[in-house]
């Protein structure tokens, strides 16, 4: 059995010879040079095929990394009635967590994708689309390929995934089961009412796609908040208004869905929203 260093080890060298472009490309001595360049192989890497003992080590070694970084159950995550001590509607099925979306282990996670949804390519790149690939392993980009193709010979060979139409991919090394990739709405100049549709769309079809494929617990993303620059605090009052209605109207089909936060700011928001709702 290889240890995590080995692997380390291995698989920096593994995906050199898998890049046309970097197989010369000197190895750093340290280990966070080490693992900084397999990240960044492994994000510039284009869907293809790969030697099954590598894909076997890179799963060991991504479980091993998901393992430390320290995976969070839905039992450690509280709900609205807990945290808040909050009564109102729904309470006990919602849940704002500030952390990492990588390590959740439920059912579904859901990724701020872009249209074609192949994650991102810029190495290191700190996005959510980057890093939930990372932790996925190359195996995600592959599947994500596999569905855009089929859509490219059903619909037209430039077809770009819509806004709103959630893609439905497994989690392979993540803890989550699953994974939605999303198309957010863009925000170039103002916030209009057919963006803030796009946006309630995004939450409302990925909760639908859950109760179709029996998934019962989903952590959201704050969608299109980043480089897609929708003002924080009204994406939030989108976001919690459109779950909201939705569990209204869908009372049952699902236990748990977590509004998942990175920033202060972003917890505060959403803490701030609950208990004025």
């Known amino acids: 059995m290889k240890s995590q260093l080995e692997r380390l080890d291995y698989l920096t060298e593994a995906f050199k010879q898998d890049s046309e472009e970097y197989k010369k490309l000197q190895t750093p001595a340290d280990v966070k040079g080490k693992k900084a360049l397999l990240r960044s192989l492994m994000n510039i890497r284009m869907p293809k095929d790969i030697d099954e003992e590598v894909l076997a080590i890179q799963d060991e070694y991504l479980k091993e990394a998901n393992r430390q970084k320290g995976i969070v159950t839905l039992n450690e995550i509280p709900t609205l009635s807990e945290l808040l001590h909050d009564k109102q509607r729904h309470s006990d099925v919602i849940s704002i967590y500030q952390g990492d ?3 959740l282990a439920v059912d579904v996670i859901v990724n701020a994708a872009n249209s074609q ?98 998934l019962r617990s989903i952590a959201f993303c704050c969608i299109s908040t980043g480089v897609f620059r929708f003002p924080k605090k009204e994406a939030a009052l989108i976001a919690v208004s459109t779950v909201k209605k939705w569990l209204d109207e869908n009372e049952g089909k699902i236990e748990r869905v977590i509004f998942n936060v990175f920033s202060d700011e972003d917890r505060m928001i959403y803490e701030q929203i609950f208990r004025i709702y």
């Open 101 to 103: 979306i990588t390590c």
């Open 117 to 214: 949804m192949l994650g991102c390519f810029i190495p290191m790149h700190n996005c959510i689309d980057n890093c939930i690939h990372t932790y996925a392993g190359i195996q995600l980009r592959a599947e994500c390929d596999r569905q855009m193709k089929a859509k490219h010979i059903r619909y037209k060979e430039d077809y770009e995934q819509p806004t709103g139409i959630p893609l439905l991919t497994d989690g392979y090394n993540l803890p989550a089961k699953k994974v939605i990739h999303v198309v957010g709405p863009i925000v170039y100049d103002e916030v209009t009412p057919k963006l803030e549709e796009e946006l309630a769309s995004c939450y409302r079809n990925s909760l639908d796609m859950c109760a179709q494929n029996d």
